[in-house]
């Protein structure tokens, strides 16, 4: 993974948001925190186009965000804070099997993969599931799973664990921990990000920590006072 942020910045409605950053980002594990409002969404979303930088680029693995949109789009897949916002079909299996048909793969090769990714997740018992009855956790791996089918080396979830009860907390932790895809986490939920391999802190748009997961989560103490 080579995302790379060169003096970005990012307004809405003529209010900088994100003040102008530069870094790139390699590590197998990033966790980003801060508080409500800091930037954190603003800042993943433009590794996926869905922002669009007021001034300055960001590439993914060599391609910009704006000039090679879909191209880069393809690099990293998304999880949103809301997964049910992201379901396009009723049932679990057709789902997943909705980014491959929209590739133009032969009906064979969806169906072996479809079921690889079911069972590599150990949510085979779900596909034929309807989607908006799944419980929190099932439904955040369902939502992995659509992503990762399509094979994108990139993973970035906004607040993963959020809702979630324990037992699907962990559920979600132990998946996450076991993914071979580089992964960009947001999270209020500090345990899960605790061991990760760097981790940024955004406070009122700036990045003002950015380095080893305990030297990131003391500043995030000392800024939010407690
Ligand atoms: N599309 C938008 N239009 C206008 N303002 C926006 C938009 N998206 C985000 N903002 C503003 O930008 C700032 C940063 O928002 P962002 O969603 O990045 O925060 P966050 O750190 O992810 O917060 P949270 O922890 O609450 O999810 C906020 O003040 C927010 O209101
Ligand atoms: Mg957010």
Redesign the pocket.
């Known amino acids: 993974m080579d995302i790379r942020f060169s003096s970005v910045s990012v307004s809405?409605?003529g209010?900088a948001?994100l003040q102008p950053l530069t870094l790139s980002l390699t590590e197998r594990r990033i966790g980003i925190i801060?508080?409500?409002?800091?930037?954190?969404?603003?800042?993943a979303r433009l590794i996926n186009g869905l922002v669009k930088p007021a001034t300055g680029t960001v590439t993914v693995n060599g391609l910009d965000t704006v000039n090679d949109a879909s191209a880069a789009l393809a690099e990293a897949g998304f999880i949103f804070?809301n997964p049910q916002h992201q379901i396009i079909m009723p049932i679990v299996h057709e789902d997943i099997a909705f980014g491959l048909k929209n590739r133009g793969l032969k009906a064979d090769e969806i169906e072996r993969r479809t079921a690889a990714v079911l069972e590599r997740f150990g949510i085979s018992h779900l596909a034929k599931r309807r989607v908006h009855e799944l419980s929190g956790g099932e439904t955040q791996l369902a939502a992995i799973a659509s992503v990762l089918v399509t094979g994108p080396g990139i993973l970035i979830l906004d607040?993963p664990t959020n809702q979630l009860d324990l037992k699907n907390r962990g559920l979600v932790e132990r998946t996450i921990a076991g993914l071979d895809e580089h992964t960009i986490v947001?999270s209020?939920d500090l345990p899960l990000i605790e061991k990760f391999d760097r981790v940024l802190l955004?406070h009122e748009?700036r990045l003002i920590a950015d380095g080893a997961a305990e030297d990131s989560i003391r500043a995030y103490h000392e800024v939010a006072g407690c």
């Not at 801060?34 to 800042?43: C, D, E, R, V």
């Open positions: 809405f409605g209010r948001v801060g508080l409500n409002g800091s930037g954190k969404t603003t800042f804070q607040e947001i209020h955004f748009g």
